[in-house]
């Protein structure tokens, strides 16, 4: 689940939480050109894709802007 | 900063050659008063009738019911900053207000342009339905106005908003050089230092992120609509309306703002029960999670820093607002500071909680009941003699109850049989209304 608010998700019991940018523009930032917020909305949604394939152990955040992968736990 | 408010209190608003208080009854100079209004190119049209309780009447659609407040004494105007009026800081010297009345601000206009958030409110004057709102024991001058059409959503909601508040100006110019019948002194004197330090925290949305404008017209801080950094606001600022609505409930108009019970009782008793240290006025609808733990984050920090051992805290918003709300509770609990938190509750479908992020230090909640119209089981409101303003509603997720459960966007006649708007959602405690335990 890609969210702005990722706290919701992760105490809902969403198991891949993906860190959004904003509620108004989850995988987008209108403030860029075009072609940057194209690909800033391809690295959230790329990152997105790419946790499908880690284990989790349960609700779990990613951060696509953050260098690691995998940024906390929801515990 | 001390404020006397002098109250006039109206039992009787009639249409007359001039615009005059005495006794209780207010006579309106219709055709001068109209005149003021359409000084403004902005406004197409306008009309005023008055709706009196207990009549067979429906307003509709009602965007803000204004009480009428002139400063008499001290500088500033009442209403600071909306519209571009002045923004002197309020809260010295005199003020008179018309107490029992409301101007209605009854129009077409949307909120923004942005869809999604719609003016749902109708007020009855009579019946069961009436009863859950204190307007209907109000008697409301109803500015029936439009703008012209050619104008941006932005441009027609500040120019139909300053018609009503033209109005309220010059009904309240009426009682300017009058004696009022009751006075009161607001002021935060200095009181025994072993009474408990209290401070509110009045949490108010912005419409910033909903409408994509900075300046999209909505509740206002001295005018200032967009997401802005927690305000510490003196008490007397706000009884010279430098926090004003609306938002898109009847509880979050202006008059109910101006007389929220919760903050007046917070000031009548200063002294007595506590020491009301004033209020810190939180933005809501920030759209991140860091931005939302800031906001939190920060009103803990003022109000540990004004010295506050206990925070009574409103909201008037839903949904994600919830957050910054919430976590500002945890924030001044981890500070220290005890908290009470006065808020409505969604429904517990599947055994869901009834608030978005239940948090464990939120653990001293006074329900105001449930948020949606739906849940409460609200019937339909019956059929008037009389409507004031559109001759048609469209319904936005209706009530399932009644004749037409569970319509959507279907155009119903006023004056029928209409399911009560989406939202009840009681912010500041007007009804009795609780959980069920």
Known sequence: MISAIYNFA???????????????????????????????????????????????????????????KEAAHAS | MRLEMGTFPVKDVVFGNATRYDAGRLTVDREAILAAVKQDPRIASAELEVARPGESVRIWPVRDVIEPRVKVEGPGVCYPGICGRDIATVGRGRTHRLAGMGVVEVSSVNWHDAGGDFVETHLDMAGPYAEMYPYQKLIN????????????????????????????DQLAEAVRSLTPPEREVFELTPVDPSLPRVVYIWCVHSPQAMSGSPSAFCTAT??????????????????????????????????????????????????????????????????????KQLMANQTAKLAQQLGAQGAVVTWDAGGNEFIEVVRSIQACERLGIKTVFLTSEDDATDGAPTMLEPLPEADAIVSTSFFKNVTLAVPETPAVARVIGLPTKIVRRGSTIGLHGGVDGVALPASGPLPPPWRYDDHYGFGSLSCIE
């Open chain 2, 141 to 168: 001058l109803c500015l029936v106005v439009e703008p012209d059409r050619t104008l941006n959503e932005e441009v027609k909601n500040y120019a139909v908003h300053n018609a009503a508040l033209t109005v309220s």
């Open chain 1, 10 to 68: 992760l105490t809902t019991g969403a198991n891949r939480v993906i860190r959004g940018a904003r509620i108004e523009h989850v995988c987008g930032d209108p403030t860029l050109s075009p072609e940057k917020d194209y690909a800033f909305g391809m690295r959230i949604v790329t990152a997105a894709l790419e946790t499908l394939t880690v284990a989790v152990p349960g609700p779990t955040l990613f951060d696509p802007m953050a260098s690691g």
């Open chain 2, 222 to 291: 001295y005018g200032l609509t967009q997401l802005t950094p927690p305000w510490y606001l003196h008490p007397n600022e706000i009884l010279d309306g430098a926090l004003t609505g609306p938002y898109r409930t009847a509880f979050a108009m202006s008059w109910t703002v101006a007389n929220n019970p919760l903050f007046l009782d917070l000031y009548r008793r200063h002294g007595r029960d506590w020491n009301f240290l004033g209020v810190i006025s939180l933005r809501t609808e920030w759209t991140t999670q860091t931005e």
